[in-house]
Structure formats: structure tokens, C-alpha cells
């Protein structure tokens, strides 16, 4: 084997510009694989943090009543933004114990909690409005938990100063509120103004009552970005639907509302987790420890159809891409194998002498498959380094982060010894059956 490796980097010595094409074709080829692979890694990559982003991987969970439906006596997930008045449409004739109370919640968190990134309660106790130095502010009111930011939605929103609603303002039942950036402003100049400040809610739906909360947290909407890589991507403040919203501790919330149950709750499994099957066994869970008859609680993935939207679109563009790459591949081996079919040609005489000598066929075979090897080798290896350099400056350009996998150089790398190995079979079997006489009279 020593030997053959010598005999072919002297073939490529001495013929340098042959090899040098012969080369440049795979090294194009695999270039251009790992360049596709890495910008389709690199938008694969995307798609799952801009779907993460958007909930696309959150689960909601509902109380829903079992055989004929009714509306009336369903309690559905109202989104954030969305009137609070179709919580209280929606949950009218509930009994409460059908509701999923706290209690219920805090056990379910301590079991899955090995799985559950952060999950939200959040109650829509009405509208109303507050007024402060003759300045009126028409407002919603949201009660929520400790974790509900680290729970994705459409409604994305930071804090911007202060602080956010803890555990001890639910277990307590605390009066304190985060109100919008905006508000803030109208009402005390600015955000930091705002801090430590109270303001009075009179509540208009769907019961007349007044609040008065301290502030202990400002809030600012983010913009959400969607689409996908076909359509392009937009930037959407959902949070500018609606009233300006106040958020609550739940249980305050739930005791201004005078109900003992949740009616939004919504999780996000921590990164890597199998969503389908923490699906079934939440069900199952909930089946076990949820025993209110004529009722269960239903768990289900809020925007599975977007997301299979995004999956499918991306299935069909690295199957363009693999296509792509199957057809650099191929043209590389013919390449590969018409190059050293030429070589064979040229080298009749030199076949002849070897076999005269003693060669056998299995040494002439194994030498033009060594030479094969050797130049899809190193042309492969120059094609990683551009392919992976060309892969990483495009999906930058593109804005995508940058990937480029272990599993994809070593596919390519294997690929390019393959080639050798494939497309060099033929001629090095031609070359290995030559008649040494007729070899010998060769011009």
C-alpha cells in the first residue's frame, strides 16, 4: 500500500495540471455540499429559535367538557390579548371545583419539573380604567405568575424597569402591579417615576369594583417577527391590540374576579424535550389526578399547524438541496473516472512493463484505485476548508447563525474517499485486465 501511495503522488508530480483538474472538480463538488449544508443547518437552526420564539413550541392546557359540547360551560384558553369578556361567556355555569385550582397546578409543576422550562397562569379579571391627575387611561387587567415571561407568546413583552411579579406576591395575594412604559409616562412622567407609586382601577367589566395597586414593575412590548424564509419576515406589535394592560398576581386576580380556578394555562418544555410525548403524559397525568365528572382537561399544541407549516417548508428545501448535491457528486465521480481513464491510456506501455515484470492483476488494480483515492483525498479535503469557509460566510450574509456539523464533514469526507474508491474502480479493473503483449505494442 506504501508503495502505491509513492507511485501516485509521483503520477501527480508528474502530471500537475491533470491532477490540478481533476481536483478542482471535486473540490467544487464538495464545497458545494457542505456549503448547502451548512446553510441549510444554519436555516433549520433559525426556523426552531423564531418558532421557539413565537410559543410555536409551547402547550396549552383547558378544561373541557366531555360528550355533547357546550360552549356555555367550557372553560377555554383566551389569549393575552384578546377581550376578557369571552373568559366570563366561556366559564358561566362552571362549577368552580371543575376549575384547575392552584393547589392542583403546584403539584403538577413539582412532578414534571425535570421537563418544564417555565409555565404561565394568567386570568383576565376585566377592563376599566384608571385616572390619575385628570389624565384617564382605559386599561385590561391580567393576572400572572412569577414565571409567565419565560413562557413564549405572540405577546411578547420585557421589563424595563423594576420588577416583575414574584411567588410571594401570589401565595400573598399582594395588590402590586406592572404596568406598560407608555402609561407610565402619561401618568408620572417615566418609567422610573412610576416605581412605588399607587393607582386606583375601577373595574367596568364584567363587575363594577375599585382597586388600588402599587407599582412595582414597568413593562415595554417587544415587536414579534414571523414569516419564514420564503415570504420573508415581519415585525408585529400584537400587544397594541386592546386596552393597556396591567398585570396582577393571579390570586389577586382571582379574588377580585371571585373565582377559585385558572382559565389560561400555558407551558414550555425545556430545550430537547420530546413535545409530542410530554404531551401524552401530561394527558396522562391529568387523567389520573383530574376526577371531576363530566369534564378533562385537554392539552394541546396552540400553533401545531403554523409549525408543521415551517417544518414542511424547510423538509422541501434541504430535499432541493440534497437533490442538488446528489447531482455535484455524480458529475465530480465522472469526472474522476474520465480523467483516469485518460491516465490509463497514457500509461499503456508502463502497465505492459509491470506485468511483464510480474505484476498481477490485483497490484495494477489496486495501484490506479490508490491514485484515485489520493486525488479524491486531498480534493476533498481542500473542498471541506472552502465549503465550510463559502457555508459560514453565506448564511452570515443571509443572517443565519453559522453551522457546520461534525456529521456533515465527515459525511463529505467519506464521500470524497467513495468517489475515489467507485468512479476508479472501472478503469483500474480495465487497466488490471490488459494483455501485457498488446500492452507492450501500445503508441
Do not use: C
Request: charge should be negative; glycine fraction near 8%; aromatic fraction near 8%.
Amino acid at each position: 500500500m506504501r508503495d502505491n501511495i509513492k507511485l501516485a503522488f509521483r503520477s501527480i508530480r508528474a502530471n500537475k495540471m491533470r491532477a490540478m483538474l481533476t481536483m478542482l472538480g471535486i473540490i467544487i463538488g464538495i464545497a458545494s455540499v457542505i456549503a448547502i449544508m451548512t446553510i441549510s443547518s444554519a436555516m433549520n437552526l433559525a426556523m426552531e429559535a423564531q418558532n421557539a420564539a413565537m410559543g410555536y413550541n409551547n402547550l396549552n392546557l383547558t378544561v373541557e367538557a366531555e360528550d355533547d359540547y357546550d360552549a356555555s360551560s367550557v372553560l377555554l384558553s383566551v389569549p393575552v390579548a384578546s377581550s376578557s369578556s369571552n373568559q366570563y361567556k366561556y366559564t358561566q355555569g362552571m362549577p368552580p371545583e371543575a376549575l384547575l385550582d392552584m393547589e392542583t397546578m403546584k403539584d403538577f409543576e413539582q412532578h414534571f419539573d425535570d421537563r418544564i422550562k417555565g409555565i404561565s397562569y394568567t386570568w383576565d379579571t376585566g377592563s376599566g380604567k384608571t385616572t390619575l391627575a385628570h389624565q384617564t387611561t382605559n386599561v385590561s387587567l391580567t393576572g400572572v405568575n412569577a414565571k409567565y415571561l419565560d413562557v413564549a407568546s405572540f405577546s411578547k413583552i420585557e421589563l424595563e424597569t423594576g420588577r416583575w411579579v414574584t411567588q410571594e406576591d401570589v401565595d400573598k395575594g399582594k395588590k402590586v402591579a406592572v404596568i406598560k412604559n407608555d402609561l407610565a409616562a402619561t401618568m408620572f412622567g417615566s418609567s422610573d417615576g412610576a416605581l412605588g407609586q399607587q393607582i386606583d382601577v375601577t373595574i367596568t367589566e364584567p363587575n363594577v369594583t375599585t382597586l388600588t395597586v402599587t407599582i412595582v414593575g414597568v413593562y415595554h412590548s417587544v415587536a414579534t417577527t414571523g414569516g419564514n424564509i420564503l415570504t420573508g419576515t415581519y415585525s408585529f406589535d400584537f400587544s397594541s391590540f386592546g386596552n393597556t394592560r396591567i398585570y396582577l398576581p393571579v390570586s389577586t386576580a382571582l379574588e377580585v374576579s371571585r373565582s377559585t380556578g385558572i382559565t389560561s394555562i400555558s407551558l414550555a418544555g425545556v430545550d430537547g424535550v420530546d413535545l409530542a410525548k410530554f404531551q401524552q403524559d401530561i394527558e396522562n397525568y391529568f387523567q389520573s389526578v383530574y376526577t371531576y365528572k363530566g369534564y378533562h382537561v385537554l392539552v394541546e399544541e396552540p400553533w401545531s399547524s403554523s409549525s408543521d407549516s415551517s417544518d414542511n417548508t424547510m423538509k422541501t428545501l434541504q430535499t432541493a438541496f440534497s437533490v442538488t448535491a446528489a447531482i455535484s457528486l455524480l458529475v465530480v465521480g465522472i469526472g474522476v473516472m474520465n480523467i483516469m481513464m485518460v491516465s490509463i491510456t497514457e500509461r499503456t506501455r508502463e502497465i505492459g512493463v509491470r506485468k511483464a515484470l510480474g505484476a498481477k492483476r490485483r497490484d495494477i488494480r489496486m495501484q490506479f484505485i490508490t491514485e484515485s483515492i489520493v486525488l479524491s483525498f486531498i480534493g476533498g479535503i481542500i473542498g471541506i476548508i472552502i465549503g465550510m469557509v463559502a457555508g459560514n460566510i453565506a448564511a452570515h450574509l443571509m443572517g443565519y447563525p453559522a453551522t457546520a456539523s461534525i456529521t456533515s464533514v465527515l459525511l463529505s469526507f467519506g464521500v470524497s474517499v467513495s468517489i475515489g474508491v467507485f468512479f476508479g474502480f472501472y478503469p483500474a479493473n480495465k487497466a488490471a485486465k490488459m494483455n501485457p503483449i498488446d500492452a507492450l505494442r501500445y503508441e
